[in-house]
Structures are given as C-alpha cells and as structure tokens.
C-alpha cells in the first residue's frame, strides 16, 4: 500500500475511536449513549439540564484570551423522574 493511504487509515481509525470511546469534549461519545439506550424498560431515574447563553466575543476580547465566544452559565434544571 501506499504510505498516505495507511496513514488515511490510521487518522480515519483514531478518530472512530476518538468518538465512540467518548474522548470528545462536547458530549458523552457513542458508546456511553449506545449503553444508555440499552434498557428501554427502565428510565433515567434523574434528569438534569445545565443551560448556558452564548455570545461571540468582540475583537479586543478575542485578542486578549484567544476565545471566538464567551459561555455564561445561566441555571442548572434537575428533575427526579415520576416512576
């Protein structure tokens, strides 16, 4: 084989990994979700939603940390489940 298509190979490979071993910092990754969907009979006992509000930094900010936006944490909703 040819050495780019090895090392297509080997970038395609690790970032399969990458998601579904969850390395990914936006969400849990493949495989926890996949085992979360295992049992329909039993749900979630808790839910919880962490709510953010989004804004894009100006020039100056983005000059000074680097950030493209800035993340406010606006509240945090927990539930226990009606089971």
Known sequence: ???????MILILAALVA?????????????????TALRSPDKPPRYLRLVLYQYEFTDRQGRRDTGNWWKRERVGVVARRSRQ
């Open 1 to 7: 084989m040819m050495p780019e298509i090895i090392l």
């Open 18 to 34: 990458y998601a579904v071993l969850g390395g990914a910092d936006f969400g849990a990754g493949v495989w926890e979700f996949h």
